[in-house]
C-alpha cells in the first residue's frame, strides 16, 4: 500500500511538471544554432565579468542635514610663507564675537621663498591636480576612496644646502577658534591685544621693506586627512607693490567622512580670491597684508563609502544570464513562426494573383488537377513526396 501510494503522489508531481523534457531522439542540432549558442555563452562570460567588476567597486552617497553641533571649537590648519622676514610680520585671528586669538599655535620660520626645482615641480603637479578638480568634481570621490594610499600633500623639504639669505617668513601650525565668522590677518608688525580691539606694531618697520608676495602651502579646516587636497593648496601670489591686499572668502562646510578606510570629521570649503593695491589718494583704503575671511555653513556633509551587496550581485547576475538564454530561446522560436508567417502570406498573395502553382490549377481540366495533386510538388512543402 505504501509503494502504491509513493507511487501515486510520484506520478501527481510528474503531472505538475510546468518544463516537460524533450526526448534526445527529437532533438536536432545545426551550426546554426551552435554559431548562437556560442554568442549568446561569451556574451554571458563578458557582461559576468564586467558585472563582477560593478560589484568590486564602491561609490560616494552624499547626505545632508542641519549641523546642530555649535559649541565646539574649529580647527584651522595653516603653512603659508610670506616674502617678508619673521620680524617684521605677524598672524593673529579675530572671531566675530571680537575674540582675538593670538598666534601663539603658530610658528615662524626663516626660509627661502624661491622653490628648488623638485619643490617647483610638485607644485606645478599639485596645480594641476587643482584645475582637473575644478573641471571634474568626481575626482574628488576618487581621492575620498584612495586615502592614505597616495604621496603627501605637503611640500617636499629643501635638500640643497642653498647659501641664499632668508629673505621670508614660514607660518605654519594651528589654532583653535570658535566656531563663527572670523578673520585671519596676516600683516606687518607682531599683533597686540587691547580693550578697544587689536593692532599690529608697525611703526619700526620700513615702508619699502614690505612685500605680501606668498604662498599657501596648505590651509585647511578641522582634522587632517592625508591625501586630501584643498582648495588653496599650492596657490601662489607674487606681487612688486609695496601697498598690495590679497582676500580670501572662504566658506566653510563641516563635513562626516565615512570610508573603508578612515572616518574623521573634517571640513570642505569654497573660496573666492580678491585682491587689490591701498591707495588712499585713488579712494582704496585698507591695510596691506593678507586676510583670510571665513564664515561657517548651517548644513553638514555627511559622505560615505557604499558597496553594492553580494544578493544584489547575484540577482543581477541571474538577470544577465536567464535575460539572455530566453532570448536566445525566443529567437529560435521567432524564427520558427517568421517562417511559417511569410509561408503563409506567399500563399496568400499567390492564390489571390492566381501566380505560380494555383495559376496552373486554374488552367487544368479536373483529370489533371488530379494527376497533379498526386505527382507535383507544392512551393512551400518542406518534404516532397515521394511515389
Known amino acids: 500500500m505504501r509503494r502504491l501510494s509513493r507511487k501515486k503522489a510520484l506520478s501527481l ?8 523534457k524533450v526526448s534526445e531522439s527529437y532533438v536536432e542540432t545545426s551550426a546554426t544554432g551552435g554559431t548562437v549558442s556560442l554568442i549568446a555563452f561569451s556574451t554571458m ?10 560589484y568590486r567597486d564602491t561609490w560616494m552617497k552624499y547626505e545632508y542635514e542641519v549641523d546642530k553641533d555649535f559649541s565646539s571649537k574649529l580647527r584651522i590648519n595653516i603653512d603659508i610663507t610670506v616674502a617678508m622676514r619673521c620680524q617684521h610680520v605677524g598672524a593673529d585671528i579675530l572671531d566675530l564675537a571680537e575674540t582675538m586669538i593670538t598666534s601663539s599655535g603658530l610658528q615662524y620660520e626663516s626660509v627661502i621663498f624661491d622653490l628648488t626645482p623638485q619643490q617647483r615641480l610638485w607644485q606645478r603637479t599639485l596645480l594641476l591636480v587643482q584645475n582637473r578638480l575644478r573641471e571634474e568634481h568626481a575626482l574628488q570621490e576618487v581621492l575620498y576612496k584612495t586615502l592614505l594610499k597616495g604621496a603627501p600633500t605637503s611640500l617636499p623639504p629643501r635638500e640643497d644646502g642653498s647659501m641664499e639669505p632668508l629673505n621670508a617668513c614660514r607660518i605654519h601650525g594651528h589654532v583653535y577658534v570658535n566656531k563663527v565668522a572670523g578673520n585671519l590677518h596676516i600683516t606687518v608688525g607682531k599683533p597686540i591685544h587691547h580693550p578697544q580691539g587689536h593692532a599690529h606694531i608697525a611703526a619700526f618697520v620700513s615702508h619699502e621693506t614690505y612685500n605680501f608676495s606668498h604662498r599657501i602651502d596648505h590651509l585647511s579646516f578641522g582634522e587632517e586627512i592625508p591625501g586630501i587636497i584643498n582648495p588653496l593648496d599650492g596657490t601662489e601670489k607674487i606681487t612688486f607693490n ?10 566653510v562646510v563641516p563635513t562626516r567622512l565615512n570610508t573603508y578606510k578612515i572616518s ?23 591695510v596691506s597684508g593678507i586676510f583670510v ?10 559622505v560615505s563609502e557604499q558597496h553594492m551587496p553580494l544578493w544584489q550581485f547575484l540577482v ?9 538564454f530566453s532570448t536566445t530561446v525566443c529567437s529560435s522560436v521567432f524564427k520558427g513562426m517568421l517562417h511559417r ?3 503563409f502570406c506567399f500563399d496568400v498573395i499567390c492564390c489571390r494573383l492566381k501566380l505560380g502553382v494555383y495559376r ?11 494527376n497533379l495533386n498526386h505527382h507535383q510538388t507544392p512551393l512551400l512543402a518542406d518534404h516532397a513526396p515521394q511515389e
Do not use: W
Request: with cysteine.
Open 264 to 286: 574623521a570629521d573634517t571640513h570642505q570649503f569654497s573660496v573666492t580670491e580678491r585682491e587689490r593695491v591701498i591707495n588712499h589718494a585713488a579712494g582704496s583704503h585698507g
Open 13 to 20: 508531481v510528474k503531472e505538475l511538471d510546468a518544463f516537460p
Open 341 to 343: 508567417l511569410v509561408g
Open 45 to 54: 562570460t563578458l557582461l559576468a565579468i564586467l558585472e563582477f567588476f560593478v
Open 360 to 370: 496552373l490549377r486554374e488552367d487544368m481540366q479536373p483529370h489533371e488537377m488530379n
Open 293 to 302: 575671511k571665513y564664515d561657517t555653513s548651517s548644513l553638514m556633509v555627511t
Open 242 to 251: 609695496n601697498n598690495q591686499m590679497f582676500q580670501y572668502f572662504i566658506t
Open 316 to 324: 543581477r547576475l541571474c538577470g544577465i544570464v536567464g535575460g539572455i
